[in-house]
């Protein structure tokens, strides 16, 4: 593959990376209303939630062929895959482009996949009790998984270029990240952080980056990487700008507001170098 297919290519991990930061997995149980006898069926959904719709329906067209369904909530919108045929297309997205690392992500897809099959394998109009305890399980682990922040078990982070993890980890920031100033005293210091609960996902945006500070806080059970020096804020800024470009239209506003007050600031030695 050419060096410019190959950078098309890894482009598509922006919205794996974004999915993967604002993906919500469940195995709905609802009532049967078109059934007289009444009854209730099992279905898989994947939602991602985000206040920009535009960026919702790009990732509806390159990720789930259109087949998504967006709906107002309250501070955002919600694109849903419902169904069987909706979430198997977002899971083909994601085996073409998955994700790179995350315990808590994979596990969730992994048992989606998992409930998908088993509703398969048995199409009759009254599932026995076996497969009705299994997806009950499923639907466990999920809620499990969503409250304690604890993953099933570990996957090898894969291994992939520095260009796909780049695109991936922008996804991520654009979903997860935040850059701004905050005040410290009587100053004002630059920030870019990132919070999550899957670890693996922090570890190797820390190491992409090549700095910054990780540190675990317990009662939201999130792991947070942080950078508050102008070098280190300016570099995250510059590499999301242009060497793997966000899509997000307030991160961008938010690095681009953040990258001016700091280009333009020169430490005045009569003001003890107090960023104003």
């Known amino acids: 593959m050419g060096a410019e297919n190959q950078q098309e290519t890894s482009k598509n991990f922006y919205y794996s990376g974004f999915s993967v930061g604002e993906l919500s997995c469940s195995i709905l149980k609802l009532h049967n209303r078109k059934s007289k006898n009444g009854g209730i069926y099992y279905t898989p959904d994947l939602t991602i939630s985000n206040a920009d719709k535009k960026l919702l329906q790009d990732i509806d067209k390159v990720c789930g062929n259109n087949l ?3 709906t107002k909530i309250k501070g955002g ?3 849903s895959f419902r169904g069987k ?6 899971l ?4 073409n482009y998955p994700s790179i690392a995350g315990d808590l992500t994979q596990s969730k897809i992994e048992i989606i996949r998992n409930a998908i099959s088993v509703i398969e394998d048995e199409r009759t ?9 299994q997806l009950e399980e ?3 682990k999920l809620k499990t998984i969503k409250q304690s922040g604890l993953a099933e078990k570990s996957f090898t982070i894969q291994t992939r270029s520095r260009s796909d993890i780049g695109y991936f980890l922008s996804g991520i ?4 990240g935040s850059v701004g100033m905050k005040r410290s005293g009587e100053r004002l210091q630059p920030f870019a952080a990132i919070a999550m609960k899957d670890k693996e996902i922090i570890v190797l945006f820390r190491d992409f980056i090549g700095f910054g500070n990780i540190r675990f806080r317990p009662r939201e059970h999130v792991y947070h990487w942080e950078v508050g020096s102008i070098s280190g804020v300016l570099k995250v800024i510059e590499i999301f700008q242009n060497k793997f470009p966000d899509k ?3 991160m961008k506003l938010r690095m681009e507001r953040v990258r001016r007050i700091l280009n333009d600031y020169t430490p005045n030695p009569h003001k003890n170098g107090v960023m104003i």
């Open 68 to 70: 998504g369904v967006i």
């Open 77 to 79: 919108f919600n694109l």
């Open 85 to 90: 045929k909706k979430v198997k297309q977002l």
């Open 92 to 95: 083909s997205f994601f085996d």
């Open 125 to 133: 109009y009254k599932r026995s009790l076996k497969t009705l305890n």
């Open 138 to 140: 499923y639907r466990e």
């Open 173 to 176: 920031f654009d979903a997860e």
């Open 248 to 250: 997000l239209m307030k």
